[in-house]
């Protein structure tokens, strides 16, 4: 066994700049007042974040590739049967990782354009009138109890692996290294992460809404003399 090198530091980086904008409009949600200003921002790194993983999915490292760990339902039969050997992400593990990504998109594009009745409105609120965003309101209350189950799926595939198959997962997300007799990933260079990076920052700029222009202030009357 050698030591190669699985994850990428992009890769890496979201990965646990993901957790921690998850976490922190999380328990910004359950604070409310004023904390729900950061819950909004919390909301637009995500979509950063996300935008730079689906870009990296297509130009970044082997095993952030979506077509290296997407398979079809032949690969993950064969997984649970125990015949399926490689790195990064296992067939049934690619499930979990579409799930996760689908759902944050659902859950971060529905919260862009909401509001809660007080002082809060999303970065894309004035885009829409009052009933399409309280319409948005109640998809992104119905997808927040599955992005919670699917982290706890998560913590307990983390679990499973330590505990019965003797593997940390863990680890190869802080180091990107693992002992493996499989291929090192390779590819995604300084260009690509550029690429993915600046439309990253693109999607952050149209989700932050700074592009809508002010609305002017409503002249008042004149005095009836």
């Known amino acids: 066994m050698a030591r190669i090198r699985v994850w990428d530091l992009p890769t890496r980086l979201f990965h646990w700049l993901l957790a921690v904008s998850v976490l922190g409009a999380f328990i910004s949600a359950q604070i409310g007042g004023n904390a729900m200003v950061w819950h909004g921002r919390f909301g637009v790194t995500v ?15 082997t095993y952030a590739r979506f077509f290296q760990f997407v398979k079809g339902p032949a690969a993950i039969q064969a997984y649970l ?16 990782v579409l799930a996760m990504l689908s759902t944050l998109l659902a859950l971060v594009s529905t919260g862009l354009f909401s509001n809660d009745d007080i002082a809060f409105e999303g970065p894309l609120y004035a885009l829409v009138n009052k009933e399409l965003s309280d319409r948005f309101v ?19 595939a983390i679990v499973y692996y330590v505990r019965f198959r003797k593997q940390t997962l ?11 007799n499989g291929e090192g990933a390779r590819g995604g260079g300084v260009v690509a992460f550029c690429v993915a990076l600046m439309i990253a920052l ?3 700029y149209g989700a932050s809404g700074a592009w809508i222009s002010a609305q002017p202030p409503t002249p008042a009357a004149a005095p009836a003399w």
């Open 170 to 180: 863990i680890m190869p997300m802080v180091t990107g290294w693992k002992e493996s």
């Open 202 to 204: 693109v999607a952050v």
């Open 81 to 96: 049967r125990g015949q399926w050997h490689g790195e990064g992400h296992n067939p049934l593990g690619a499930l979990s």
């Open 138 to 156: 109640g998809v992104h209350r119905l997808i927040e109890p599955l992005i919670i189950l699917l982290v706890l799926a998560h913590f307990s």
């Open 47 to 61: 979509v950063g974040l996300l935008v730079f993983r689906l870009v990296w999915g297509f130009i970044g490292s």
